[in-house]
């Protein structure tokens, strides 16, 4: 069973950091891309950032320059560095993996529980 857990969340002021970790577990040979979605309430998820397997790396606009996405393959780890958070930042933030690929085949659609982030004073 393949599961992503997502950490490193938490409350912090406007200007602040945060790095938000997601580790994948379970019986995993490969993981393709991998990506950080967030949903703030009332609205909809939406794609944070995405890093895919020939290194391409994109972002939303309004993140750009202040969050740096990166993966630790050998550790099976997505990492999400946010500088300069904002109060528009505050959403709980999913880890996503759209192809997992297991010993005896693959596992697509996995997500995390969620990590809440809050920005405020």
């Known amino acids: 069973q393949v599961q992503l857990v997502e950490s490193g969340g938490g409350l912090v002021q406007p200007g602040g950091s945060l790095r938000l970790s997601c580790a994948a577990s379970g019986s995993i040979f490969s993981i393709d891309s991998m990506a950080w979605y967030r949903q703030a309430p009332g609205k909809s998820r939406e794609l944070v950032a995405a890093?895919?397997?020939?290194?391409?790396?994109s972002y939303i606009d309004s993140v750009k320059g202040r969050f740096t996405i990166s993966r630790d393959n050998a550790k099976n780890t997505l990492y999400l560095q946010m500088n300069s958070l904002e109060p528009e930042d505050t959403a709980v933030y999913f880890c996503?993996?759209?192809?997992?690929?297991?010993?005896?085949?693959?596992?697509?659609?996995?997500w995390g529980q969620g990590t809440q982030v809050t920005v405020s004073s």
């Open positions: 890093i895919f397997t020939d290194g391409y790396i």
């Open positions: 996503h993996a759209p192809v997992v690929r297991t010993p005896t085949g693959f596992k697509l659609d996995t």
